[in-house]
């Protein structure tokens, strides 16, 4: 009933038919022009004062009617790279492959897109792909509706015009939002072929707008699942930043594991949320992250893939240090052979940047420290660069019950004191500890950026 209403009101005749689009009303849809940003409604008057078609697309007008707050806005326009660029004082042309311009309005960076062509797998524009389909070359120009016709969502399909504020709607994305459906545009299992990633954007919307994603959308994802392998690894790391940043990272997580696309995609999903400990300290992560989000404040990549990782590493680690093969190694070096391990197979997968593998091996480097509670070694550790990482690591691992709430305590209590405060605080130095901190003067260092002093 409502369905239908909706329908008709948005003019969704039978799905799928490629007529004439939809234009939408501002008394329907509701977005009125003061409501996008103000460098995205310049940029568009502007390139339509020099006779361009111009648009706000995707993203912003799929958040605006749906009640979010657009993360930024994209412009889709006739104009080629060239006449865009030449209409503003401040813009740029990046990218080779596909050129867009970057228009600069004030503090604001609007990304402006020349209309996308349509590739036509039996016609002229022939894509050019690789075995399993998927789309390596993608760069032609083409007319508003081929570019409407090769965006992936019926949702990120929508044409803002702010000036007659109508939405130019090709693929019944408004009726789609209003009845909380994520519907991809054309065969399904196509479009996955043609770009794995879409998966995983189908996921990470659906939970941020708060849709469901509908049946023929969701079902081929499970048998296509493994395409995602074929995908960049720097492309995936992308992504999956996105996803876990987007403040619905929980949510988008239990997504992954219902459309089944968390195996395979990332080891750790798969070791670790099958395990109750470590399904506890990743869920943990991810809740305080998504929090972190809603309250504005930033999310470290480096400390969120140290979180997602450490369960494989501790298991790694106690692998190592068990194992019956001599010499077994102590325990530091073993942490970091696991540690070293870990991240290479995440290398392949992911392209996790040299910068952010640092990041996470200083956090997971410095947990062994908090065991040390004597002499100086507590002071080091509080001087460690990236102390506040490290220490609300080991407070999730408490939270999570790996190890004892008291030593989270102690540390918070340590942190917060000074002075003799701190001094009095200090635990003291077993005997056997004191001999052979005196015979192991002086020593080689041979993991200089690791754990320092502990053994
Ligand atoms: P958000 O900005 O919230 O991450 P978005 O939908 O705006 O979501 P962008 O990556 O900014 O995502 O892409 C902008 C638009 O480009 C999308 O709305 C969609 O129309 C199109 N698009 C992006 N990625 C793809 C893809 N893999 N296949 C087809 N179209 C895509
Ligand atoms: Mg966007």
Redesign the pocket.
């Known amino acids: 009933m409502i369905r239908k209403f909706i329908n008709r009101v948005f003019g969704r005749k039978a799905h799928g038919e490629s007529g004439d689009p939809a234009a939408i009303g501002v008394g329907k849809h509701g977005i009125h022009r003061e409501a996008i940003s103000h460098g995205s409604r310049r940029t568009v008057e502007t390139l339509q004062q020099q006779g361009y078609k111009a648009y706000v ?3 912003a007008v ?1 958040d605006l009617i749906a009640g979010l707050l657009p ?2 806005y ?1 412009v889709a326009t006739n104009a080629t790279p060239e006449q865009v660029r030449r209409c503003f004082r401040r813009a740029r042309i990046i990218g080779r492959r596909f050129q867009i311009v970057h228009v600069m309005m004030g503090s604001e960076t609007i990304e402006v897109t020349t209309f996308r062509g349509h590739h036509d797998q039996h016609g002229g524009n022939k894509a050019h792909t690789d075995a399993q389909g998927r789309v390596l070359r993608d760069n032609v120009f083409g007319s508003e509706k081929e570019d409407a016709a ?3 969502f019926t949702i ?2 929508l044409y803002f015009d702010p000036t007659s504020e109508t939405i130019i709607d090709y693929h019944h994305g408004v009726a789609d939002l209003k009845q909380k459906t994520l519907r991809m545009i054309g065969d399904p299992q196509t479009r996955y072929r043609e ?1 794995p ?2 998966m995983l ?1 189908a996921v990470r ?1 659906s939970a ?1 707008v708060g849709l469901n994603i509908d049946p023929a959308t969701e079902r081929p994802i499970r048998e296509m699942s493994e395409l995602i392998e074929n995908v960049p690894p720097s492309r995936l790391f992308d992504e999956m930043l ?1 996803l876990l940043t987007s403040g619905h990272a929980v949510r988008c997580v239990q997504q992954l594991r219902s459309v089944g696309l968390h195996h395979g995609l990332l080891p750790m999903l798969d070791v670790i949320l099958e395990q109750p400990l470590g399904e506890r300290f990743v869920a943990l992560a991810l809740a305080k992250t998504d929090r972190r989000v809603h309250e504005g404040k930033t999310i470290s990549p480096g400390f969120l893939f140290a979180t997602l990782l450490w369960h494989e590493v501790l298991a790694k680690w106690e692998a190592l240090t068990s194992s019956r093969e001599r010499p077994v190694p102590s325990r530091i070096p073993a942490l970091f052979l696991a540690m070293d391990e870990v991240l290479d197979v995440q290398a392949e997968k992911l392209a996790i940047t040299r910068r952010i593998a640092g990041d996470i091996k200083d956090i997971w480097a410095m947990q062994p420290r908090f065991e040390q509670r004597s002499g100086k070694r507590p002071y080091g550790v509080l001087e460690q660069p990236r102390f506040r990482a490290g220490y609300d690591f080991l407070l999730l691992r408490a939270e999570s019950g790996e190890v004892d709430g008291e030593l989270a305590q102690w540390w918070t209590d340590f942190t917060n004191c000074d002075g003799d405060d701190r001094a009095a605080m200090l635990l003291p130095v077993k005997a056997h500890e004191a001999k052979k901190r005196r015979r192991r003067k002086p020593r080689v260092v041979s993991q200089p950026d690791a754990a320092g002093e502990v053994e």
Request: charged share 65%; glycine share 10%.
């Open positions: 697309v995707g993203g799929r993360k930024d994209d090769r965006r992936d990120n399909a770009d990633v879409r954007r919307l941020k996105k």
